[in-house]
C-alpha cells in the first residue's frame, strides 16, 4: 500500500512539474523555404570559389570557372546560380581571403 502511495505522489509530482514548465517547441522563427536554394547555392558556390582559390586562380577565372560549374546543379538552380557568382562572386572571394568560414561567408550575404 505505502509503494502505491509513493508511486502516486512521485508521479503526480511528475507531472505538476512537466505542466508548470510549458516547454515551448516551436522554432524560434519558421525558415523560408524559398530561401533554402540560395542557402544551398550559396554553399556550393562558395565551395567551389574555395577550391579554386587553393589552386592559386585568379578572381576572373575562379568566377568563370564556378559559373560553369553551375550547370551541374538541377535545370532550376543553374540560372539563379550563375546570378549569385556574377554579383557575389568578388565578395565572397574577399570574404574567403580574410579567413571567414565559408558557411559564415552565406551568411554576411545574406543568402543563408
Known amino acids: 500500500m505505502n ?31 524559398q530561401d533554402i536554394p540560395l542557402c544551398l547555392i550559396c554553399d556550393f558556390a562558395v565551395g567551389r570559389i574555395e577550391k579554386y582559390l587553393d589552386d592559386k586562380a585568379n578572381n576572373t577565372v575562379i568566377i568563370d570557372k564556378v559559373e ?16 549569385i557568382v556574377a554579383e557575389y562572386g568578388p565578395k565572397i572571394i574577399d570574404l574567403l581571403e580574410s579567413n571567414q568560414s565559408p558557411k559564415a561567408v552565406c551568411a554576411l550575404i545574406e543568402l543563408c
Do not use: H, Y
Open 3 to 33: 509503494r502505491l502511495l509513493i508511486a502516486f505522489l512521485f508521479f503526480g509530482l511528475i507531472a505538476s512539474i512537466t505542466v508548470s514548465m510549458k516547454i515551448d517547441v516551436r522554432p524560434q522563427s519558421e525558415p523560408n523555404l
Open 68 to 83: 560553369k560549374d553551375c550547370r551541374i546543379l538541377r535545370n532550376s538552380w543553374v540560372g539563379k546560380c550563375k546570378n
